[in-house]
């Protein structure tokens, strides 16, 4: 098939656009690099530099069979200071790529939506039928997109598949070795910020540089740090290729990604330790605004009409995700 990958230099976008060229699709990847990388494009994509409010009427144009759709801003704290931004991008910017692909006749889209659409949960693990509150303008701004698929898949025949991510993690390497991982600015996500400890260079980097802060150990969980449910990127990849195949005409289907285990911030730090053979230090801090205490899927849903199961445990998500670390420090990149 023909796809455009909207986002497809970000991290998530990167991987799954890789996966899916691997899997005999050409892909377009639509990007305005503010937050995505240029090298991390696979080398068979093609490029296009541009945002979905002026260009993905251009790019539709051209003649595409479906959409992934990734592109967004995805920073809860930042979408608390700066609202205004998440909706103009998130939604703002998704009833565009919609309306583009209504002009085009472009009829399947497969959404990059999150865990936050659900906010604090009333009980875990989470189905896609419980209730939607999300906590920040980062959810709601992605669960607004949603509800659009859901009104365009009603009136105009649209064919949508949400997947609902949890805490995505790892990294993954095409058949040419070409490494895509995790790479955010400033990086605020867990794995990376534990395993950037581990790294040759975080031993220079002077009193408190080299310390794991662990947000919070008062919460009411077995040992007071906040749990989640990770799941690796090639898990994930996986299944927007089945979510791809099960678009339906008239159809807006929501899929939770998860594993349906918890790890707590412990956990994950002990697991970077063991993998890396280092002694990663770790500090106690306060709570982050706005961490839920427990956020686990169930991804029965997925399972029970598409197949799709994680495969992949956490020993493998941070085993990858050190490798892509290692690599790009050995590159002498930032
Ligand atoms: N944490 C630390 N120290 C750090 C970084 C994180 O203790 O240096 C803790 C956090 O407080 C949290 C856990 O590790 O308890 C995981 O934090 P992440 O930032 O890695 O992930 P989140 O659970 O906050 O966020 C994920 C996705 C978001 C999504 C959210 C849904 O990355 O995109 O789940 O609630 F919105």
Redesign the pocket.
Known sequence: MRLLVTGGAGYIGSVVASVLIEAGHEVTILDDLSTGHADAIPRRATMVRGNLRDDAARVLAGGTDAVLHFAAK???GESVAKPGLYWSHNLGGSLALLEAMRAAGVGRIVFSS???T?GEPERTPIEETDPTRPT?P??AS?LAVDTALTEYARMFGLGAVSLR?????GAHADAAGQWYGERHSPE????P??LKNALPSASTAGAGGAA?????TDYPTPDG????DYIHVADLAGAHVLALAATEPGQHRIYNLGNGTGFS?RQ?VDVCREVTGTDIPAEV?P??D???AV?VASSARIQADLGWRATRDLTTMVTDAWTFAQQRAAAGAR
């Not at 740090?225 to 989640?228: G, Q």
């Open positions: 995805s920073l809860v999150t865990a936050a659900y920040s980062y959810g992605k991510y949890f805490n995505v993690a605020t996500h867990l794995i910020n534990v794991v802060k662990i947000f919070g740090t906040c749990v989640r911030v994950v801090g709570r982050r706005g961490d839920p956020l």
